[in-house]
C-alpha cells in the first residue's frame, strides 16, 4: 500500500518536472523569454551554466524526466526501484550543482530552475524511499502498481 502510493507521489512529481523542463525546452528554441517573477529567469538562461556541449540543460532535463518517467511505467520489481532512484538521484545532484551556480556565480535566481530542481529533489526522496522500503527484493507491488 505504501509503495502504491509513493509510486503514485513518483508519477505526479516526474509529470510536473516533465512540464517544466519541456516548458523551458520550448523557450530555449523558440528564442523568447521566460515568464519570470523573479527577474532572474532570462540571466539564468543565457549564461554559461546554460547548455553543456552546445545542448541545452532545459532539454537535458526533460530527457532526464522522460528517462525517470520511462523507468516508471516500463521497468518492474527491483530494477523499477533501482533505476529511477539512481536517475532521480543522479537528478538531484544535478540540480543541487545548478542551484550553487545560480547563487553563487550567476548571482540570478530563475524560478522554473528552483521549481524543477525542488521537484527533483522530492522525486529523488519518493524514489530512494520506495528503494529503501522494499528491502532490496523484488517487492510483489513493485510488479504491480504499474
Same mark, same amino acid.
Given at each position: 500500500?505504501?509503495?502504491?502510493?509513493?509510486?503514485?507521489?513518483?508519477?505526479?512529481? =516526474?509529470?510536473?518536472?516533465?512540464?517544466?523542463?519541456?516548458?523551458?525546452?520550448?523557450? #530555449?528554441?523558440?528564442? *523568447? &523569454?521566460?515568464?519570470?517573477?523573479?527577474?532572474?529567469? &532570462?540571466? @539564468?538562461?543565457?549564461?554559461?551554466?546554460?547548455?553543456?556541449?552546445?545542448?541545452?540543460?532545459?532539454? !537535458?532535463? /526533460?530527457?532526464?524526466?522522460?528517462?525517470?518517467?520511462?523507468?516508471? !511505467?516500463? /521497468?518492474?520489481?527491483?530494477?523499477?526501484?533501482?533505476?529511477?532512484?539512481?536517475?532521480?538521484? @543522479?537528478?538531484? !545532484?544535478?540540480?543541487?550543482? /545548478?542551484?550553487?551556480? &545560480?547563487?553563487?556565480?550567476?548571482?540570478? *535566481?530563475?524560478?522554473?530552475? =528552483?521549481?524543477?530542481? @525542488?521537484?527533483?529533489?522530492?522525486?529523488?526522496? @519518493?524514489? !530512494?524511499?520506495?528503494?529503501?522500503?522494499?528491502?532490496?527484493?523484488?517487492?510483489?507491488?513493485? #510488479?504491480? =502498481?504499474?
Amino acid at each position: 500500500m505504501l509503495d502504491r502510493r509513493l509510486y503514485r507521489a513518483a508519477l505526479a512529481l =516526474v509529470l510536473l518536472g516533465i512540464a517544466v523542463a519541456a516548458y523551458l525546452t520550448y523557450v #530555449h528554441y523558440a528564442g *523568447i &523569454e521566460p515568464a519570470c517573477s523573479t527577474g532572474g529567469c &532570462e540571466v @539564468v538562461q543565457t549564461s554559461e551554466w546554460s547548455d553543456i556541449y552546445g545542448m541545452p540543460v532545459a532539454l !537535458l532535463g /526533460l530527457i532526464g524526466y522522460l528517462s525517470i518517467l520511462g523507468s516508471l !511505467l516500463v /521497468l518492474r520489481g527491483d530494477a523499477q526501484l533501482f533505476v529511477s532512484a539512481a536517475l532521480s538521484l @543522479v537528478g538531484f !545532484l544535478y540540480s543541487g550543482y /545548478l542551484t550553487y551556480q &545560480e547563487l553563487f556565480t550567476i548571482r540570478a *535566481i530563475c524560478q522554473w530552475c =528552483v521549481a524543477s530542481a @525542488v521537484l527533483m529533489t522530492l522525486l529523488a526522496i @519518493v524514489t !530512494l524511499w520506495r528503494l529503501l522500503a522494499s528491502g532490496g527484493s523484488s517487492a510483489n507491488e513493485a #510488479h504491480d =502498481v504499474g
